[in-house]
Structure formats: structure tokens, C-alpha cells
């Protein structure tokens, strides 16, 4: 289970809560969507690393002396 999901697991355990509060309620579901825009936001950063790190291979000069891919 990554970070993300406990957070959000978390968060919804106190959303259900007939314990919580207005306030801790609003503040739960705020942490509720950051995790859920952070989560996104680091499968993308990490989709671009791998994009960038493509890139750099193909337009790295090859083993064989030919010019590189484009």
C-alpha cells in the first residue's frame, strides 16, 4: 500500500467518524485532495523521467560510432 493510499485510507476512516467535528471534517477532506493531487502530480513527474531518460539513450552517440538516433 503506498503512502498516498494510507493517507487517503486514513482520511476516510475520520470522514465516516460520528466523532469528528465540522472543522476536523473540512481539514480531512482538504487532505483528501491534496493527497489525491500530489499522488497524480508524482505519476506524472515520474512518467517525464522516464520520457527524459528515453531521449537521452536515443540521442546519446551509439556504441557503433553511427550518429545517433533521432
Given at each position: ?38 499522488e497524480h502530480q508524482s505519476w506524472r ?26
Amino acid at each position: 500500500m503506498s503512502e498516498f493510499s494510507r493517507i487517503k485510507e486514513t482520511v476516510d476512516r475520520v470522514l465516516v467518524s460520528s466523532q469528528s467535528d465540522e472543522v476536523t471534517r473540512m481539514l480531512a477532506t482538504a487532505l483528501r485532495q491534496m493527497a489525491d493531487i500530489v499522488e497524480h502530480q508524482s505519476w506524472r513527474i515520474a512518467t517525464l523521467e522516464e520520457a527524459n531518460r528515453e531521449t537521452e539513450r536515443r540521442l546519446s552517440p551509439r556504441d557503433d560510432g553511427e550518429p545517433p538516433v533521432p
